[in-house]
């Protein structure tokens, strides 16, 4: 299957948990007529992509700090995106949580997975249902170092308000996941 990661000129994108600038930077490179926004809950690494943006003179890049839990419910950043990227963030239960607020109807979350790629998307199905999800679409990565898969999946309808929960709750209770004994 083909994934659903198509960047157009004037799209915006988000780069959720970009640690370093990977893969925001990145893409904002090859797309440069794409807006992309890079969020990271740490200070320090928003700190330092902002620095690595200006070095690089990428204009087409804002960055964010903050957790994904608040961020998804600005008014400003809420359903304003074609996609969400991210690369090892969390398990994708926990990821499409964190993502979906910040997609619109139609967008696009995107995942860098490895090899547990299968067992996520089984354990995802739940979440997928909930938050308005379609059925996931793989591409292998063939550049990458390690067996590497991206994980696409389309909003089917508007985010629903209730997601994401609260900060730490998509992390500990993922959705459609039994709790741990």
Not at 21 to 46: E, H, I, N, Y
Not at 152 to 181: C, F, I, K
Request: glycine share 8%; net charge positive; aromatic share 4%.
């Amino acid at each position: 299957m083909a994934s659903l990661l198509s960047v157009a000129p004037g799209d915006a994108w988000l780069d959720l948990g970009t640690g370093g600038g990977l893969p925001g930077l990145v893409l904002a490179m090859v797309f440069p007529d794409s807006r992309w926004t890079l969020v990271d809950a740490t200070r320090k690494k928003v700190d330092a992509v902002a620095e690595f943006a200006r070095i690089l003179m990428l204009r087409n890049v804002t960055v964010r700090h903050g957790r994904a839990e608040t961020l998804a419910h600005v008014p400003d950043l809420r359903e304003r995106f074609e996609g969400v990227v991210s690369r090892a963030v969390a398990p994708l239960p926990t990821l499409l949580e964190l993502s979906r607020g910040f997609v619109h109807q139609g967008g696009v979350v995107a995942a860098v997975k490895g090899t547990t790629w299968q067992e996520e998307v089984r354990t995802a199905s739940r979440a997928r249902e909930l938050l308005r999800l379609g059925r996931p679409q793989t591409d292998v990565v063939t550049s990458a170092v390690r067996p590497t898969w991206l994980v696409s999946m389309r909003a089917t309808g508007p985010a629903p308000a209730a997601y994401p929960r609260r900060d730490g709750l998509p992390r500990t209770q993922p959705l459609g996941v039994a709790p741990r004994p």
